[in-house]
């Protein structure tokens, strides 16, 4: 009886491994750090407020990039607003990369320091995917993808991105109502075009002085946008009421 056990036992073992060794499409072109910002500490945004808006101890979407010091009421090129957070292997890709040289920088006009005499950065950068195709066991071999850009300050129009030859309107600080809000667009990949290995973003801001990348992400699902945490009526009301009877316990 002894032996029949251990082979299944082995054999429950070999699967969960097969389960294990299986993987997903999950490629980052530069990193989820908040442009480099983190959670902005100490800086304000443009209206004065904390630029970690939904508060989650980060700067993503649905946060605004900060207003730099001197705060000036806005985020914008030739504003005080240029910043350069590129770590060494950001650097190191070189312009003609995969797109990771242009993360954690503002593509800003005035920008001298890191981009000098060049306007219009943003206009034709490009986010090229490489990755193994998945195969049969693979979970998400079959599936369609979902290309995701993290991109703040989108403000100066036209602004889309052709993702594998098809035109993606990217919405800006109109969706906001704040000066370099912080913004994600995605769109669906067809498995179709996923079968060569490649997934490109190309941006078309022609017009476009001041913008920033966070990152670039092809995954197996979009990313949110985290909602600003606003206490529910119930919990406002109990805590109300809490404080009522605190104040009569004090004023007895
Ligand atoms: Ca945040
Ligand atoms: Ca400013
Ligand atoms: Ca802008
Ligand atoms: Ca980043």
Redesign the pocket.
Known sequence: MRKPTLVLTLAAIAILAQASLSSAVTVYIGDKDGFGYGDGSPYVN?LGGDPDINNNGILDPGDALP??PP??G???TG???DFDHRSAAELASGPGGNGLYYTDVALSDSNEASFPNQNKIAHGVTFTFTFAVPTIGDFDYGEDHFVNLVYADYDVVPMTAVVEGVTVELDGNTQGGIDGYIYRAYKVIPWAQMTDGVVTIQIDAPNEPYVAFDYALLDTTAIPVQPIAIPEPATMILFGSALVALVRKIRK
Request: charged letters at 25%; glycine letters at 10%.
């Open positions: 443009e207003d730099l705060p000036n806005s985020v914008a504003s005080g607003d």
